[in-house]
């Protein structure tokens, strides 16, 4: 959400003054908070940042928040009692990262925000994938995909993430108007995750696929989650039956786009987020104004043309991690 004019020239001439101060005090570090190293696509965000920051000589702390809001509050405390240079936050909720920025904003520490997006505050540049976008082109595919198997008209439902982040909402609106678009209109359930484990999507679908016998279609939001609805379609014997749509991009996810176990996936691509993301940051401590918004391209995969994606995404996607054998 853009601040209004005056607080960002308030916010941009406490970074001039902060910016201006002795060469010879050594830099406090940058910062990244993020919702829960556990997942790849934090990570991968995360390597971005620390690239960016140890290429200019500063140096780089990562602080997970598990996806509890309060932990995230304490986490920006602290790194900012430790003299922080700069702060990037993928927050936990979009409604958290208003005390989070006040709180950088009060230790005149300039922030930016990646990916899920705020509700409010002062911050230097936000740092998005085009979610609606991404999410409308999987649910393209997938409507696609049921058409030529002859199931017009069939069920649908989603696994999102928290709907109360900006990214949450954006991404399901985009798979349902994707879904509308092309006759699809029976969404049959959805599920907000709460742990974003493999277990909890997987019960979920086990229980999706009990309680609707012509479900068709399942977009899941996120990447790891996505393993644990394969699972349960799998040992359900509905491989056949279903057709999956994801997000975010994993390694695991080329063999299962190669063989059609997934249709497509709208693969953000953290790496570049996180780079994006620090030269903003460090473009403001330098005094310059970095864009406002900065949107992030989503690659839609599928198994027609994974393998042409794989030289990009294999970097700002998978920062590199290797793919399985």
């Known amino acids: 959400m853009p601040v209004d004019s005056g607080r960002r020239h308030a916010l941009l ?30 990570r991968t965000l995360s390597l ?3 690239t960016i920051a140890e290429a200019q000589g500063l140096r780089f702390t990562a602080l997970d928040s598990r996806n509890d809001d309060q932990r995230q509050l304490a986490n920006a405390k602290e790194v900012l009692a430790r003299g922080a240079a700069g702060l990037v936050i993928s927050p936990t909720s979009s409604r958290s990262a208003v005390d989070v920025l006040d709180q950088c904003e009060a230790a005149r520490v300039p922030a930016v925000v990646a990916d899920i997006g705020t509700a409010g505050g002062s911050y230097l540049s936000y740092v998005k994938s085009d979610n609606y976008f ?34 949450g909402q954006d991404r399901t609106n985009g798979f349902r108007d994707a879904m509308k678009e092309a006759g699809f209109g029976k969404e049959v359930a959805i599920h907000q995750m709460r742990s974003y484990t493999i277990e909890e999507t997987e019960g979920f679908v086990r229980d999706l696929l009990n309680r609707f016998p012509k479900l068709r279609g399942l977009f899941v939001e996120v990447d790891k989650p996505t393993l644990g609805a394969l699972q349960a379609i799998k040992a359900m014997r ?15 996810f080329v063999p299962l786009l190669r063989s059609r176990a997934l249709v497509a996936v709208g693969m953000q691509q953290p790496f570049l987020m996180g780079t994006q993301a620090a030269e903003a940051l460090l473009k403001g401590r330098g005094g310059q104004t970095p864009p406002k918004q900065i949107l992030v391209p989503v690659l839609i995969a599928t198994g027609q043309n994974v393998d042409e994606w794989l030289p990009v995404a294999r970097r700002t996607v998978f920062g590199n991690e290797p793919l399985p054998d």
């Open 48 to 50: 971005g940042v620390k």
């Open 13 to 42: 001439a406490l970074l001039a003054g902060w910016s201006g101060g002795s060469g010879a005090q050594q830099p406090g570090p940058i910062a990244y908070l993020t919702p829960g190293l556990d997942l790849p696509f934090w």
């Open 238 to 252: 509905r491989s056949q039956e279903l057709v999956v749509g994801s997000f975010d991009g994993i390694p695991e």
């Open 134 to 167: 991404g999410a409308f082109g999987v649910g393209q595919a997938v409507a696609t995909a049921m058409k030529e198997r002859g199931w017009t008209g069939g069920d649908y439902a989603m696994c999102t993430i928290a709907l109360d982040r900006k990214n």
